[in-house]
C-alpha cells in the first residue's frame, strides 16, 4: 500500500488525497469563511462607491479574446464546442467587461462603474505562489478619462485595502506611455521596445541591462535608461523627471488624502498591451508578492464597439487574505 492510501473499515482501502491540476487547489470551511468577509466588506465599499456588481461568463468565443490582443489570447485555455468554435476560459475581468460595457450598455450616459468577484483562469506553468485558477475582486470605471478616473480608482482601491484588514501597504504607480516615450527618444521601437518591455514586466534588471547595451542607443541614453527602470519615490522624483501627467494625478491623490498610500514606480510595466497610461500594482510587507495591479486602458473598449476611456484593478483575493493574516500574527 502506498503513503497514499489509507485502510477503511471492511478491509478496503481509499486514498487520502486524489490530486488536482497543478495550479489549483480545494478550500476548506474556514478559509472559505475568511475569504467571504473579507470580500464581503470590499464589495461593500465598492458599492458605496456606486458601483454595481457584474459576473461575467467563465467561457467567451476564443475571437472575443483576441480583439484585446494577441497577448491576451497567450496564456488561455481553450475548449472545442460541439459546433466547432473555440471558447477560452476567462483569463481576467477586464476584456469581458469591456465587451459587456460596449454591448449592453451602448446607449447608456457614461461614466459606468462595475464591481466583479469571480475565478480567473491561465494556462501557465505555475511558479512559486502562482496558480491556474484564482479568485480576483476588482472594479473597472468606464468613461472617466486620466485623471480624474485614475485618481478615483486608486482612492477606491486604498478604501478596500484598508477595509478589508490590511493598514502596511503601498501602491506603485507608474505610466507606461511615459516610459514608451523615454524609450522611443532613445531609438527603441518596434520588437526591440517590446522585449526591453518585457524584460521590465518580469523584473528582470539583468536582462533589461542585456537588451540595452546590445541596441544602437548611446551610452548617455544607456544610463539614463538603466536609471529610469530603478526610479522610485515621492512627487520630487516626478518633477526632476518631468512626468507631467503623473505630477496632475499626484495633485488629485493629495486633495483625496490618499497620496501618503502611493509611491511612484517609473519603470513599472503591466505585462498586457492594452493597457495605455496610468498603471499599478499593491505591495505589503506580509507579503512577497504584489496583491493585484491594473490601470489605463483607454482603447480597449472601442475594439468592441463603444469607445470609451477607462481604468480598472484587480486583487488577488487570496494572497490578500494571506497578507492580512500575515500582517495580524506580526502585531499580535
Known amino acids: 500500500m502506498s503513503s497514499a492510501e489509507t485502510t477503511q473499515s471492511g478491509g478496503a482501502s481509499a486514498p487520502e488525497t486524489i490530486p ?12 472559505m469563511a475568511e475569504l467571504r468577509e473579507i470580500s464581503g466588506r470590499a464589495l461593500k465599499v465598492f458599492t458605496n462607491a456606486g ?6 461568463p467563465a467561457l467567451e ?25 473555440v471558447l477560452t476560459l476567462r483569463f481576467d475581468s477586464t476584456v469581458p467587461i469591456a465587451r459587456l460595457a460596449a454591448t449592453r450598455y451602448r446607449t447608456v450616459e457614461p461614466p459606468l462603474r462595475f464591481c466583479y468577484m469571480q475565478h480567473v483562469y491561465r494556462a501557465i506553468e505555475p511558479k512559486r ?12 470605471l468606464l468613461g472617466l478619462p486620466a485623471q480624474a478616473g485614475d485618481a478615483e480608482a486608486i ?19 507608474g505610466d507606461v506611455n511615459f516610459f514608451a516615450k523615454r524609450l522611443a527618444a532613445a531609438g527603441i521601437i518596434g520588437a526591440a521596445k517590446d522585449q526591453i518591455v518585457h524584460e521590465m514586466h518580469t523584473r528582470d534588471l539583468v536582462g533589461y541591462r542585456r537588451e540595452l547595451a546590445t541596441s ?3 551610452p548617455a541614453d544607456q544610463e539614463a535608461l538603466e536609471a529610469l527602470a530603478i526610479a522610485r519615490g515621492g512627487r520630487a522624483l516626478l518633477e526632476d523627471e518631468g512626468a507631467e501627467e503623473l505630477l496632475k494625478l499626484d495633485d488629485l491623490l493629495a486633495a483625496a488624502d490618499v497620496a501618503d498610500q502611493v509611491i511612484y514606480d517609473l519603470g513599472l510595466v503591466r505585462p498586457l498591451s492594452y493597457y495605455t497610461g496610468t498603471v499599478l500594482e499593491v505591495f505589503a510587507p506580509s507579503s512577497g508578492f504584489p496583491l493585484g495591479g491594473g490601470g489605463r486602458y483607454d482603447n480597449l473598449v472601442g475594439r468592441f464597439g ?13 494572497r490578500l487574505h494571506l497578507a492580512v493574516l500575515a500582517e495580524q500574527e506580526t502585531k499580535s
Open 216 to 218: 544602437s542607443v548611446s
Open 61 to 85: 468565443y476564443e475571437e472575443t479574446m483576441r480583439l484585446a490582443g494577441a497577448d491576451a489570447a497567450e496564456n488561455v485555455y481553450r475548449v472545442p464546442d460541439k459546433d466547432g468554435q
Open 155 to 173: 482612492e477606491v482601491l486604498v478604501s478596500v485595502l484598508r477595509e478589508s484588514g490590511l493598514s502596511d501597504f503601498k501602491i506603485a504607480v
Open 51 to 56: 458601483y454595481g456588481e457584474i459576473a461575467t
Open 129 to 140: 505562489a502562482e496558480s491556474r485558477q484564482f479568485l480576483q475582486i476588482g472594479m473597472e
Open 20 to 31: 488536482v491540476p497543478m495550479g489549483t487547489r480545494d478550500v476548506l470551511p474556514e478559509e
Open 306 to 318: 463603444r469607445d470609451l476611456a477607462a481604468f480598472g484593478f484587480s486583487l488577488n483575493l487570496e
